[in-house]
């Protein structure tokens, strides 16, 4: 089985063309290939095929956390997907429209001096903010409601850590909660991620997110993602952190922000009501899954 290795600034995954290869069990895949170990090693995997309306998308994408769950969304994903169907002339449509778990998303994308795509700016749409829709089950809030600056029962140690013990609750099509604080290296995310990921609060677990101002047109974040632990980037995080700097009048609705694994500019717009995220999309090899070792996934 063919693959692509790609990443978005640090986040990785691999890509697997389902017109040309078989893929019958997609989460048992996810799990073994994304194995950093034993396996190629990404955050996830990210089928590629025909999407299920034609004149809807010019192509769906699936997305498998690391350790085989499925997520609607991934804005570094889907730009890698972008360069992936444009590189390799799939399609040339610009924008290109892309299916999703969320819906079909437009792709504006850029090519360089060598005629390959550097970078995409993704129409991420609308952010989710009511409890219900996000999946969230969150004591004394109506499912109607919105979590904006609502304090976290469980931050008995955030000030020692220069965590404030206030949270925002926002869904890009997946469920990003965010916390902002005064220096996001300092915090302990190998510890606090998977405990608050898997909360009471959150049946469905939840991205988690620790944002330090560095002024109100620059945020630095660190990210924990449900289902893959630490990761050197999070497009849909990255949105869900510029919608909540505006809903809490942190941040401007154009911000540029700084993660582990490089650079994305956000943009939340005031009259569409639309996030729409920039960045770039690197290849990084291309490769083959031999049979033998699938064999071993499929228990042959």
């Not at 004149?55 to 499925?70: H, L, T, W």
């Amino acid at each position: 089985m063919h693959f692509t290795k790609m990443h978005g600034i640090g986040n990785d995954y691999i890509y697997v063309n389902t017109a040309e290869e078989t893929v019958d069990d997609p989460a048992a895949l996810a799990r073994t290939m994304s194995d950093r170990h034993t396996g190629i090693g990404a955050d996830g995997l990210i089928l590629i095929g025909a999407p299920s309306d034609p004149q809807q998308a010019d192509v769906r994408m699936r997305m498998f956390n690391a350790d085989g769950s499925e997520a609607q969304m991934c804005g570094n994903g889907i730009r890698c997907v972008t360069k992936f169907v444009i590189d390799r002339g799939l399609s040339s449509a610009n924008p290109l429209r892309v299916e999703t778990g969320r819906g079909v998303l437009e792709m504006r994308w850029l090519v360089g001096s060598d005629g390959l795509v550097h970078d995409v700016e993704v129409d991420m749409g609308a952010p989710i903010l009511e409890c219900a829709a996000m999946g969230i089950a969150w004591p004394g809030i109506a499912a109607a409601s919105t979590v904006v600056a609502q304090a976290w029962p469980d931050g008995r140690e955030f000030a020692a850590l220069g965590i404030e013990c206030t949270a925002t609750v926002v869904s890009m099509g997946n469920p990003h909660i965010v916390f902002w604080c005064v220096d996001a290296a300092r915090v302990p995310l190998e510890r606090l991620g998977p405990v608050i990921e898997s909360h009471t609060f959150f049946p469905q677990r939840i991205n988690v997110h620790f944002v330090q101002t560095l002024s109100r047109s620059e945020l630095r974040m660190r990210t924990w993602e449900r289902g893959s632990g630490i990761t050197l980037a999070c497009g849909t995080g990255a949105s869900a952190v510029c919608v909540a700097g505006v809903l809490e009048a942190r941040s401007d609705r154009d911000v540029k922000i700084h993660l582990p694994g490089g650079d994305l500019a956000l943009r939340f717009d005031a009259e569409r009501g639309r996030v729409f995220m920039r960045g770039p999309a690197t290849h990084v090899f291309d490769g083959e899954w031999t049979q033998r070792t699938a064999g071993l996934l499929y228990g042959a």
